[in-house]
């Protein structure tokens, strides 16, 4: 039950009105259930240069953002027609984007860092970084009217998370530059571009998601506001830290300073996100043990 010390009004619900964009972060899902299908058949390497298990974890992070903005574009607070256009361009550009990783690995190529200097191949890689720009500049236009909103009437707590995750994806997009410039994810002697690239942009999952969750705490909104502060913080400063420490060139995975640092900022995120799901389950099982409910299997 939601809380009723929280004053907020519903009148948008996630995932409302983008169908079109959940069937296309499916797709990325199925596209990834079939390559699992095709690397247990024919193995994962394929000549000169394709990876199947390449293509299986973009299409599984693709179809993951993609589930994500469909989530949240209905609290854009854009009009019917910029959606509309938002929506289309993601749906295109994503379209490509599938088809390129995915078939370009299948036929042995790399479709971003690819070495082979035919014609046709050269000209997917270069699609895909402009591409890559167009989608860059999309998000950021997108994540504007998320900051205008100085007081959403709309899921206004999931919204201070949407802001939070925008914050988040600026270090994943830089990432994302970073490896089409030097053409490798690999930097210094051990930094590895993708950690940092990957986890920003799951910030598009897990700050919403705190959002939600105190939506349902029976919590003063400024308790609820301040969980959120706190949770995204921690995020953001996780995310800081892996930035400087591959900047450095080295990997996230070793025990020095900045990842421990790290590490304890995604528990503390973690913990208050664990913090917020029991304060929804609280109620529950209050109800339940005081009501004793049996349950009978007969």
């Known amino acids: ?7 907020h009004v519903q009148e948008s619900k996630l995932f409302e009105g983008e169908k079109i964009l959940v069937m296309v972060g499916l797709l990325g899902f199925l596209l990834s259930f079939g390559i699992v299908i095709y690397i247990a058949i024919n193995g ?3 000549l000169p240069e394709g990876n199947a298990w390449s293509a299986f974890s973009f299409d599984a992070a693709i179809g993951m953002f993609t589930l ?34 995915t078939i370009q690995h299948l036929r042995g190529i790399n479709p971003r860092f690819s070495q082979v200097n035919e014609t046709f191949d050269m000209i997917v890689g270069y699609l895909f970084g402009i591409d890559a720009v167009l989608m860059i500049v999309v998000s950021l236009l997108l994540a504007i009217p998320y900051f205008r909103q100085k007081k959403s009437h709309e899921r206004p ?18 990432a994302g ?5 030097v053409q490798s994810r690999f930097t210094g ?6 950690v940092l690239h990957g986890l920003s942009f799951h910030a598009l999952q897990t700050l919403p998601l705190l959002g939600w969750l105190t939506e ?5 909104k400024k308790k609820a506001r301040q969980l959120i502060h706190m949770g995204s913080i921690a995020w953001t400063i996780s995310i800081i830290l892996i930035f400087v420490q591959t900047t450095l060139g080295h990997s996230v995975f070793e025990w020095t300073v900045l990842p421990i640092m790290s590490g304890l900022m995604l528990l503390i995120y973690a913990a208050i996100t664990a913090l917020s799901m029991y304060g929804d389950l609280k109620p529950l099982l ?4 005081k009501e004793n409910v049996s349950v009978d299997w007969r």
């Open 189 to 194: 002697s051990a930094g590895n571009l993708i």
């Open 286 to 289: 209050k109800k339940y043990k």
């Open 216 to 220: 349902w705490m029976q919590i003063t």
């Open 1 to 7: 039950m939601r809380s009723h010390k929280i004053d």
């Open 44 to 46: 994962a390497v394929v």
């Open 157 to 174: 707590l999931v919204v201070l998370g949407i802001r939070y995750a925008f914050i988040s994806l600026l270090f994943a997009f830089a």
């Open 68 to 101: 994500s903005l469909a989530a949240i574009l209905s609290l854009s607070g854009l009009s019917p027609g910029k959606r509309k256009a938002v929506r289309w361009f993601f749906i295109i550009d994503l379209l490509y984007v599938y088809g390129a990783e």
């Open 177 to 181: 530059a970073w490896m089409s410039i």
